[in-house]
């Protein structure tokens, strides 16, 4: 009875936990969204270049370095508190080494991609690194105890300086700074608040033993970084060096707004079910129950916004981001499909985590960047940066069929309840495309027609969606019902 009781408080605090997640991504990604169509109305595609430039050297010292420490953390069942000043001692003697290789290799990397305007940018860049160093370890506690509420604050805060400082500036400069200076107030911003919220104080230690301890874990949780940092950046730098900065600025910016759906549905996965599986680890049923729920649910919310991004891309970045960003419309098509196989695989990975099994992540990441390896050149020579997605989405459609059946087999849940799973949303999704693309080419589009044909679609799907419920017992309204009624009892 106990155990039951258990068990009921742990489903109801994930189910928590997912809906302030969920609202969090929501809000964020909705300010996140603006601020990118007033930048991209302001600023050229280049200046995005310029940035992802910057990030993607950023982005390759942090991954080379990565701890994995934090996964650890939240993966041990006992109380973590003797750990942290180890960690924290590790994690800063990292970023002020990583501050200063960023500065030292700023010319270097702007050798490399041809882009001497990148130097600086870079190098400024570097005291965002600085900023998450210092940051409170303590907030570890958010996620390992599924305290999201306070994860919203934290989160929230920098991404509200990061817009006003970014708008601002580029009503200003109109230049690349704008960027970087709004990434720099966000790290800062969200460093202030992590000692605001909790009352953990860091300080450095000389246990390194227990770092030790923690990277033994950590070490696979490293091979994977790596690997997925070469496979979800290897692209960028691919496009920035062969096809130019003014390129990578239209991949990215296709990247970004064809993905933002899976990549926060992935992010709520990630971050809440992790944590929720770690405690469920001995207990294979109840690990199986939990894992189709999240994939029902991700299933549920990722195909229909991929059919709705695949419909309305072109009309979207006419009306709101300008015909400067037109080229990209293709690729972000492609794209979409991308992330939506990538938020299925997501369902995935934490499941080998919280079994103590990271190295599968590992190996099959190995299968997708050796698709992307063998396939990049010769798809971006010819198609340019639609080329280049198609070898992203073929990559990732490969190595999601393993992830699948690993996943399928140390939860038992069977190949027939997996496939019933995802079956539904897949046909509903492919009917909201069916239906929107003659009514698109009959009618034609305008700001109101745009949000019109939006309406159309989620209707279109939820009143399936209530039909498969009703006949087919598809039990979504119970699902979705139950993380209301947490949200709402916090």
């Known amino acids: ?168 500036a580029a009503l200003i400069l109109k230049t690349v700074w704008a960027l970087v200076f709004g990434l720099l107030a966000g790290s800062f911003v969200r460093c202030i608040v992590s000692y605001l919220i909790h009352p953990y104080r860091p300080h450095l230690s000389s246990d390194l033993g227990k770092a030790k301890e923690l990277f033994g874990f950590g070490k696979w949780i490293l091979g994977s970084s790596i690997l997925v940092f070469l496979i979800t950046q290897g692209d960028d730098i691919f496009v920035g060096k062969v096809l130019g900065a003014a390129a990578l600025g239209f991949y990215q910016m296709a990247y970004r707004i064809s993905n933002m759906p899976a990549t926060e549905i992935t992010h709520v996965i990630s971050q809440v079910i992790f944590p929720a599986y770690s405690k469920l680890q001995g207990d294979i049923p109840k690990l199986r129950e939990a894992y189709l729920r999240v994939l029902q649910l991700t299933a549920f919310l990722s195909f229909p916004i991929a059919g709705l991004i695949f419909v309305l891309a072109p009309d979207f970045t006419m009306i709101f981001l300008g015909e400067k960003w037109m080229a990209m419309v293709p690729a972000m098509q492609v794209l979409v499909f991308a992330g939506l196989v990538r938020s299925i695989a997501a369902t995935a990975g ?15 990441q190995i299968v997708r960047l050796s698709v992307l390896a063998i396939l990049i050149y010769p798809f971006t020579s010819k198609w340019g940066i639609t080329g280049t997605s198609l070898v992203v989405f073929l990559s990732i459609f490969i190595s999601n069929i393993g992830f699948s059946l690993m996943a399928i087999k140390i939860t038992k849940c069977g190949i027939g309840d997996f496939a019933r799973t995802i079956m539904f949303p897949l046909v509903n999704g492919t009917v909201i495309i069916l239906l929107l693309l003659p009514l698109k080419a009959a009618i034609g589009i305008g700001i109101l027609e745009f949000v019109l044909f939006i309406l159309i679609g989620i209707l279109t799907y939820l009143f399936i969606a209530y039909l498969a419920d009703k006949f087919f017992n598809y039990k979504i309204h119970a699902l979705i019902k139950g993380s209301i009624q947490s949200f709402r009892g916090i």
């Open 350 to 364: 934490p499941v080998f985590h919280s079994v103590g099994k990271p190295k599968i992540d590992t190996k099959l």
């Open 1 to 168: 009875m106990h155990e039951k009781n258990h068990g009921e408080q742990l489903s109801r605090r994930v189910l928590r936990s997912g809906a302030w997640v969920f609202a969090l991504r929501i809000l964020d990604q909705g300010i996140a969204l603006i601020r990118l169509v007033i930048l991209a109305r302001i600023l050229a595609p280049g200046d995005f270049g310029l940035m992802g430039i910057a990030l993607l050297a950023m982005a390759t010292l942090e991954t080379f370095s990565q701890t994995g420490f934090q996964a650890a953390l939240i993966q041990k069942k006992e109380d973590v508190e003797s750990y942290l000043n180890s960690a924290w001692t590790i994690t800063v003697i990292r970023g002020i080494v990583l501050f200063v290789l960023l500065c030292l290799s700023a010319p270097y990397v702007a050798i490399f991609f041809k882009s001497p305007e990148a130097e600086p940018v870079i190098q400024v860049f570097g005291f965002s690194i600085l900023f998450q160093t210092f940051a409170n370890i303590g907030i570890i506690y958010f996620e390992k105890e599924l305290e999201f509420n306070k994860q919203f604050i934290y989160q929230l805060s920098g991404t509200l300086a990061d817009f006003t400082v970014a708008v601002s």
